[in-house]
């Protein structure tokens, strides 16, 4: 609201000597509804506003089954193990791990991508299947990453699989450390 300033005096318009000019009135804006306006607006965006809804990858589990036979069975040709460690490691083997570890090898996130590529496109595409192994030195970032590599490489078949005792000790005596203690038989 606009307020006039009435106090001052004068009277009419009339001009001649001896006349005072009369002085200007002044103006002050009243901002309280401009504020009432501005809340009412933050209300309404507030909500009228969707919240962003959490994105989530889908994954499709087979069903568990006791039988060995009706088990979802992998060509050994067709599989590609990874494996990670701590400091953000990788290690990967094609098909089954040799006895002497010759086919276990080592690299790094960055390279890891070219690995997936080149062994799915020398692989039949109902055959590939990529086996992910968190060792126990592995971060949650590292889990999430790799599964990104899968759905960026538009990877289908893939298993999240507790490591083996015989990967852990040849991911410890390539990283130079102790070999871990077997886990305890149940």
């Not at 002497?100 to 390279?111: I, M, Q, R, Y």
């Not at 990529?130 to 960026?152: F, R, S």
């Amino acid at each position: 609201m606009a307020e006039m300033d009435t106090s001052s005096q004068g009277g009419g318009h009339k001009k001649g000597p001896g006349v005072k000019k009369s002085k200007k009135l002044s103006t002050r804006v009243d901002l309280t509804p401009m504020v009432d306006l501005g809340f009412l607006l933050i209300t309404f965006f507030i909500f009228t506003t969707t919240m962003s809804q959490p994105t989530a990858m889908r994954l499709f589990l087979p069903k568990d089954t006791e039988k060995p036979e009706e088990q979802n069975k992998a060509k050994e040709s067709g599989a590609l193990t990874i494996m990670m460690s701590k400091d953000d490691n990788v290690y990967y083997y094609e098909g089954i791990l040799s006895p002497d570890g010759a086919n276990f090898k080592s690299t790094n996130f960055k390279e890891i991508r070219d690995v997936i590529l080149n062994k799915k496109k020398n692989t039949d595409p109902k055959d590939f299947v990529v086996v992910i192994k968190p060792g126990k030195e592995a971060t949650y970032k590292n889990v999430v990453n790799m599964l990104d590599e899968m759905q960026i490489n538009v990877v289908k078949r893939y298993a999240l699989v507790d490591i083996a005792e015989a990967e852990a000790m040849l991911i410890a005596a390539t990283e130079g450390g102790p070999a871990p203690a077997p886990a305890p038989q149940q």
